[in-house]
């Protein structure tokens, strides 16, 4: 096309389309599309010079193209790299889709639940997101190895996570609660009681939540010089936290303090205290992280760290629905709060 014509349909108002990605990369428009979209067999370094022509050229999908000139959206798609039966088990999860949907309200669009892991064979959800199927994106669940940020990145699909993401080089807006300090509240809370051998099932540590939740804890029980190597880890699940209890206790059979980085864990873990005959909170006091409805329906009731889940997912929605209208937006740290009962 030339100097001129790249100055001409910069003058018409219309933005790079695939035959421009296509021809700047010296590719077919097929395999543009493919390496694009994530489908298809292709080369490696050919699907990474068409994604980098995309980027220099300022592409996007016709969807997000048109929402450019429109100011109107037609979805946005909350992204989840877990396994469907996490999702659906997990109440941090429903609440999250309870949010962002209360959120968007009246707003004439659709909210997209995208689950499925990221190394999936078949990169569902990279070609989901690399096909212009959403104006939009919150991404819940992020582990360290998870590579979406990137796809959103090349994309320039506008997007928001939801909990802050474990890479440190993505530099993508985010909320998230403070974990580090919630995780403070409760051992500290242990200590008050007159706790001295305290453990911890954590969450898993590629994530910020597990990692930062397990360095509170750390943190608390190394000013008050009590011991830190009570740990054993978990994955948020019921199971995990009963598994991780379970081999607690064969490592340290006096425990009197127990810290578990989510309701669900924790309430596996007093059902596995009273198998081995230890009393909640009479031997054993103990603590989790949410402040979800199984917290309450413990028993006894779980003292536990607040997790705003609709707080953080209206937070997410509007600070997405900004950068989708093209505002600088910075991340933001919701503070957290302790609810007493009866466990501790």
């Not at 100097?3 to 296509?22: F, K, L, N, W």
């Not at 596995?272 to 909170?281: D, I, K, Y």
Request: net charge negative; glycine share 10%; proline share 4%.
């Amino acid at each position: 096309m030339g100097e001129s014509g790249e100055r001409e349909r910069e003058q018409r108002g219309r933005g790079p389309t695939i035959r421009d990605v296509a021809r700047h990369a010296g590719v077919s428009i097929g395999t543009a599309s493919k390496a694009l979209n994530a489908n298809g067999r292709l080369r490696q370094e050919t699907r990474d010079k068409v994604i980098r022509v995309a980027r220099e050229l300022g592409y996007r999908p016709n969807r997000a193209a048109r929402r450019l000139v429109t100011r109107a959206a037609d979805s946005i798609a909350v992204v989840v790299p877990e396994s469907d039966e996490r999702v659906f088990s997990d109440p941090f999860f429903s609440g999250t889709l309870r949010g962002v949907t209360a959120a968007v309200g009246d707003l004439p669009m659709q909210v997209v639940l995208v689950m499925g892991k990221p190394d999936d064979g078949d990169r569902r959800m990279e070609r989901y997101l690399r096909g212009g199927h959403t104006d939009g994106a919150i991404v819940v669940s992020h582990h360290q190895n998870d590579t979406l940020w990137r796809v959103l990145a090349e994309t320039r699909l506008p997007s928001v996570f939801l909990g802050r993401p474990y890479a440190e080089e993505a530099r993508v807006p985010y909320v998230d609660v403070d974990n580090c300090a919630g995780a403070a509240l409760a051992a500290r809370h242990l200590i008050a009681r007159g706790c001295r051998r305290i453990g911890t099932v954590t969450g898993p540590l590629d994530m910020s939540a597990g990692h930062d939740r397990w360095q509170g804890w750390v943190r608390v029980l190394e000013e008050a010089g009590l011991e830190t190597d009570l740990v054993e880890h978990g994955d948020f699940t019921a199971a995990g936290g009963a598994e991780a209890t379970r081999r607690l206790l064969e490592r340290c059979p006096d425990l009197d303090g127990l810290f578990a980085a989510s309701d669900q864990m924790a309430v596996a873990a007093i059902g596995e205290l009273g198998v081995a005959g230890r009393r909640v909170p009479d031997d054993v006091a103990v603590v989790g992280y949410d402040d979800s409805e199984a917290a309450t329906m413990s028993r006894p009731a779980l003292t536990t760290v607040v997790n705003p889940i609709a707080e953080m997912a209206a937070r997410a929605v509007d600070l997405l629905l900004r950068v989708m209208d093209g505002e600088e937006v910075q991340p933001e740290t919701l503070s957290t709060d302790l609810v007493v009962r009866e466990s501790a």
